[in-house]
Each structure stands twice: as C-alpha cells, then as structure tokens.
C-alpha cells in the first residue's frame, strides 16, 4: 500500500450559482447517503498534478432531493452517487443512482430514545471491477439519551471540548447482473456495523465548525454465490478526518471548508478496494 499526501480542490459552483433559491433546502451534497454517518460527511473533490508522473483526481460525492419535504419524520427521492479515484493503488469508479429515504422515529429533542432508518435502493457500476447490478441498502442508527455516555445526537462535555458516539447497524444486498468476460455474477449479503466518534474543540467559541471525526466499520458476508465466494468474508475500514468549515451549519446553506482525511482499509459498497491514503482537500456540504 502506499501513503499519499496530495492537495486537492472542491467544486463549490453549486454554492455559488442556487445561493438562496427556495429548492435548494431540498437538495443534500454529501460524502454518501448509505446511512446517517455517512451522510454528516461532506463531499469532496481533489485534484493532483506532480512534478512526475501523471496528474490523477478523485471524487466522493452524493446528490438527493427531498420530494417528500412537507413530512418532518420522512424524506424519500432520487440520488446519485459517485466514488472515482485515480490516484489508489487500485483504482476506483463506481456509480450509484436510485432512490433514497429516510424515516425517523421517536423525537430526537424530548424522548429517551429515537432512530434513524435509512434505505436505498440504486443501480450500481463498478468500471473498476468490470460489474452491473442491483445494490440495497438498510442501516438503523439509534439516538439514545444517556446521562454520561454522549450517544446519538447529543454532544456531552464542556463549553470547550464536546464529542459524541454514533453507532449504527444494518444490512446489504448485492447483486452483480452484468460482468466482463472472465469475471464472475451473482450476489451478496452482508451485515453492517460501524461506531463513529465526534470530537469539537472550542465547541461554543467556533459553533462546532472545527470537528474531528474517527470511524470503524465492518462488514460481513453472510450469505454469497458460490462464484463469489473467494473466502475473504471479513472488510474492515478505519478513517479519520480532521475539517475546519468557515461558516456554521445552517439549512438551506452551503458549508465550504479544508479537511484532512486518513483512509486505511475497503468498503465494498461504493468499490473502494484495501487502501492505504491521506488526502488534504476542500469540502462541500450542503
């Protein structure tokens, strides 16, 4: 595996041009829209040019409309989701369009305990692998009040330092329709779980804009064609990612702001294969 560092550059035209139209508190830019900690993290687009060697750019970004806006505890519409990276040691191109939605349960600022269920359903290509198919997708992540453990949604700490833990679990079918020549078909579930830990420093000073977030996933095969099976039933992925944005979180309104990323591990949900990288770049969260 290699470790790169590289300077990078986000596409923030779409800040610029839908500033203040009334749609645009419909439209959600992200990192990924598979669950609720992926949804927190921004978008991102790099961009390298060496002194040798040849230029490579990568892009993490997911696009979904709200058409169902009216309704507070439910969101459903179409998405589109993009994960291609030139510059891995093996490369990554994989597409995702479908529907996406969202339900949430119970009250998330009174109640002891709500949730988020998040689903989607999408076509998926992977050029990287040579693959077409189906992939569906289920996470439940919890929001449980506690008086000393920072669950869910509720950061504990001082007005200086404030974190959090969200966990979330859920399960995955893939299906592979479509293959080139020599590369087997057939399809896969898996079962999902990660915890992500939140950490603000000068949470009050900075209204949360200065974040550091570290993630562990892993997903496993628990059911696969025998085609597929190729014994390696266990995928693990560690990231951890340092941002500064340079206006609060409001609706309806773009956050830009620099990040630094550290990825070790795959996730074979949107073709990352194991890698190994550390990645400087602009952010885009709307």
């Known amino acids: 595996m290699r470790r790169r560092l590289s300077a990078c550059i986000v596409m923030s035209l779409l800040s610029t041009v839908v500033q203040g139209a009334d749609w645009l508190k419909n439209l959600k830019v992200r990192h990924s829209l598979l669950d609720q900690n992926m949804v927190a993290t921004p978008a991102t687009v790099a961009f390298l040019k060496p002194q040798q060697g040849r230029s490579s750019y990568n892009v993490d970004a997911a696009l979904a409309y709200n058409f169902s806006h009216h309704v507070e505890t439910f969101s459903l519409g179409p998405m589109l989701e993009l994960h291609k990276n030139t510059d891995l040691d093996a490369s990554q191109d994989t597409l995702l369009a479908g529907v996406t939605g969202t339900w949430l349960t119970g009250d998330v600022t009174e109640g002891s305990i709500a949730a988020f269920l998040d689903f989607d359903a999408s076509y998926k290509r992977d050029r990287s692998a040579g693959t077409k198919g189906t992939q569906l997708h289920a996470t439940l992540t919890p929001l449980i009040k506690t008086k000393h453990v920072p669950l869910g949604g509720l950061l504990k700490g001082s007005a200086q330092f404030k974190w959090l833990l ?40 900075l209204s949360k804009r200065l974040s550091l977030a570290v993630k562990y996933l892993v997903r496993l095969d628990i059911s696969e064609s025998s085609a597929l099976n190729d014994q390696r039933d266990r995928h693990y992925l560690r990231t951890a990612s340092l941002n500064y944005y340079f206006s609060p979180d409001k609706t309806g309104s773009a956050q830009i702001g620099l990040g630094l990323d550290r990825v070790d591990g795959e996730n074979p949900s949107i073709g990352l294969s194991d890698q190994e990288y550390t990645q400087f770049s602009f952010k885009l969260k709307l």
């Open 166 to 205: 969200q966990p979330t679990v859920g399960a995955e079918y893939d299906d592979v329709s479509e293959a080139t020549a020599g590369v087997p078909t057939g399809s896969r579930v898996r079962a999902i779980g990660d915890i992500e830990a939140d950490f603000y420093p000068w949470a009050t000073r």
